[in-house]
């Protein structure tokens, strides 16, 4: 991978490109998330509290998969 890098003339860590293009998919999630949420609130506010509990839950585990993108790299050094 570095040799393809080093022809293509990319200087720096390939590795923060990685995780920025990485950063997108908990981006996304966490949109539908609130987005699904709020219109289901719309839709049926009595069933507000049940229905932000799980918005929560699942921002929090969205969020969580992008923290351990951004983690991993440093407990897995390249070599």
Do not use: D
Not at 49 to 74: D, H, K, S, W
Request: zero cysteines; proline letters at 5%.
């Amino acid at each position: 991978m570095s040799i393809l890098a080093e022809a293509a003339g990319v200087i720096g860590n390939l590795g923060a490109i990685g995780y920025g293009l990485a950063a997108i998919g908990p981006g996304i999630g966490v949109g539908i998330i609130f987005g699904q949420g709020v219109q289901a609130i719309a839709r049926q506010p009595e069933a507000y509290g049940l229905i932000r509990q799980n918005m929560l839950l699942g921002f929090v585990l969205t969020e969580a998969l992008a923290l351990i993108g951004l983690v991993a790299p440093f407990i897995y050094p390249k070599s």
